[in-house]
């Protein structure tokens, strides 16, 4: 009778069955990875398998989670519309405008930073504080 796998590696990748669920466990950037990847061994190792290759070349892997602010992500954004998207100079100042009035929002309300946590309860607080302080007629032109 053949005892089935309760672990196995793949480069600097391993995986670890804990109950009925697999854990995928490596160091990234000097800090311990484990994220759950699921029941099926087969698909563990196809993912421990791809996280070995990226952390090989040197990019980051594909379960990786970064937290980033909300400062932060309107930056990468506005960048990315003026040398990607080659966004008209106009098209940036509105949309940098527009994203203005939502990190003040941030700051002067108890809106968590990271954008992980805002969560649609954030964003219809905003929406509608932002439409009170109008004019009903400006609205109604929006």
């Not at 950037?29 to 398998?49: C, L």
């Not at 937290?67 to 954004?77: G, H, Q, S, V």
């Not at 994203?99 to 607080?125: G, N, V, Y």
Request: net charge positive.
């Amino acid at each position: 009778m053949a005892r089935k796998a309760k672990s196995f590696r793949i480069g600097r990748v391993r995986g670890d069955l804990r109950g009925k669920v697999w854990y995928l466990t490596y160091f990234e950037q000097g800090q311990r990875r484990r994220p759950k990847v699921g029941p099926d061994q087969s698909t563990a190792k196809q993912m421990a398998a791809q996280i070995n290759a990226e952390l090989e070349s040197g990019t980051t892997a594909t379960l990786s989670f970064q937290a980033i602010t909300i400062e932060e992500l309107r930056l990468k954004w506005l960048e990315h519309h003026e040398h990607v998207a080659r966004s008209s100079v106009a098209t940036i100042n509105r949309y940098r405008t527009a994203t203005d009035h939502l990190l003040a929002f941030t700051k002067t309300s108890r809106i968590p930073q990271l954008t992980s946590q805002f969560r649609s309860d954030h964003a219809e607080l905003f929406v509608s504080l932002r439409f009170r302080s109008l004019n009903p007629r400006k609205i109604a032109t929006l």
